[in-house]
């Protein structure tokens, strides 16, 4: 699986938008970019995971460059919810021994 | 409710001894994972199962070990020759799909073991 490289901290005031970038540039065509949070002291969170287009769901944007080098992970509007640590990872796409990897990712705080 | 479980939250133990971790998951999920996670740091993948009675080792396997007698079941047993084995440690399981692909992971709450 190809590394990921996160920035160790960032901050966002509540109610904008935070975000976290994250750079991938050996990923394989078969990899997936997946993004994962972790809450102090819980279990990390799944969030979001896209291959070549920009995705979206209720909880955050993914923007994937086109050349797939990097991505961004935008929390529209920030809450102070969402102070985690973040992890980007990626995946390949078949099954077989896929572990996936997570490094130390991004810490996010989000402050009034 | 579908979701996946691990008990005790907090767990002490005395140097030398064994203890097992426990992990649920009710999401007929095939993969099941484990996962240490020391201070400040991500997570370092311990052992993990893709289908009853097989697992595999993972990055830092040595002085643990596991069984999946049962789907729903993936307990940790951490032995005594574990050097260091105060951590957070993190049960996840996935699905697959008909393509053989994995699915994102759901995590459990983990369980924090300090041993004294």
């Known amino acids: 699986d190809a590394k990921t490289t996160q920035p160790t901290s960032m901050d966002c005031a509540e109610g904008r938008a935070a975000n976290l970038p994250c750079n991938h540039s050996?990923?394989?065509?078969?990899?997936?970019v997946y993004w994962y949070r972790q809450i102090h002291s819980q279990g990390p969170q799944y969030i979001i995971h896209?291959?070549?287009n920009n995705e979206t769901n209720e909880m955050a944007s993914l923007i994937i460059t086109e050349d797939r080098k990097s991505s961004t992970l935008i929390l529209p509007h920030a809450t102070l919810r969402d102070t985690a640590v973040y992890y980007c990872i990626v995946r390949v796409v078949a099954g077989g021994s896929y572990i996936p990897t997570f490094g130390r990712g991004t810490s996010l705080i989000v402050h009034p | 409710d579908g979701g996946i479980t691990q008990s005790p939250k907090y767990l002490f133990r005395k140097e030398g001894q064994n203890v097992t971790l426990s992990c649920e998951q009710n999401l007929n999920h095939d993969a099941m994972y484990w996962y240490r996670q020391d201070p400040g740091q991500g997570l370092r993948l311990i052992y993990y199962?893709?289908?009853?009675?097989?697992?595999q080792k993972g990055d830092i396997a040595e002085g643990y070990s596991v069984s999946r007698e049962k789907k729903e079941s993936f307990p940790l047993t951490v032995t005594s020759a574990q050097k260091n084995p105060t951590a957070f440690y993190l049960c996840?399981?996935?699905?697959?799909?008909?393509?053989?692909?994995?699915?994102?992971?759901?995590f459990g709450p983990g369980t924090r073991l300090t041993v004294l």
């Open positions: 996840a399981s996935s699905d697959r799909t008909g393509d053989g692909h994995y699915n994102e992971q759901f």
């Open positions: 050996t990923i394989s065509g078969n990899e997936y």
């Open positions: 896209g291959l070549k």
């Open positions: 199962s893709q289908i009853v009675n097989d697992f």
